[in-house]
């Protein structure tokens, strides 16, 4: 069932610190973090004015519990490549564009392309072999 943090099983694939993070301002604000300062520090103040880049990034409501949670810390982004691989798979394999579009989209060859969803097809066989 989801919250306003997300889907519980969304919040259970962010890494580490992120989970974390996910629980208290949501998912989406959470890897809207990531997005915008993949492996690097972000110093997080007591209280953001609404100009301020967590607030731009987040939202204002995000960025208050952001602050509430963590003021006055560092926090280390991760670049949750794992994860990000995972939601570019899962878009490239949901049938709605071209190999070519995909390919131009997310920087990759057509053969990459490809191979990401012909092993998404595979996967998907395997999956109802066992439980089909």
Same mark, same amino acid.
């Given at each position: 069932?989801? $919250?306003?943090?997300?889907?519980? @099983?969304?919040? $259970? %694939? ?7 993070? #996910? ?27 609404? $100009?301020?880049? %967590? ?16 003021? #006055? @810390? ?20 949901? #049938? ?7 390919? %131009? ?18 996967? $998907?066989?395997?999956? @109802?072999? %066992?439980?089909?």
């Amino acid at each position: 069932m989801a $919250d306003e943090n997300g889907p519980p @099983e969304l919040l $259970d %694939l962010l890494p580490g610190e992120l989970r974390a993070i #996910g629980a208290i301002i949501g998912v989406e604000a959470a890897l809207a973090l990531v997005e915008k300062w993949p492996g690097v520090p972000v110093y997080v103040p007591q209280k953001c004015g609404p $100009d301020h880049p %967590l607030v731009r990034a987040i939202g204002p409501t995000a960025a208050r519990k952001l602050c509430q949670a963590y003021a #006055g @810390e560092d926090i280390v982004m991760p670049v949750a490549a794992a994860w990000r691989r995972a939601m570019r798979n899962a878009l490239i394999t949901d #049938g709605r564009h071209s190999q070519r579009t995909l390919a %131009l989209a997310h920087r990759l060859t057509v053969r990459q392309i490809a191979n990401i969803q012909r092993a998404a097809r595979e996967e $998907d066989e395997r999956q @109802e072999r %066992l439980f089909g």
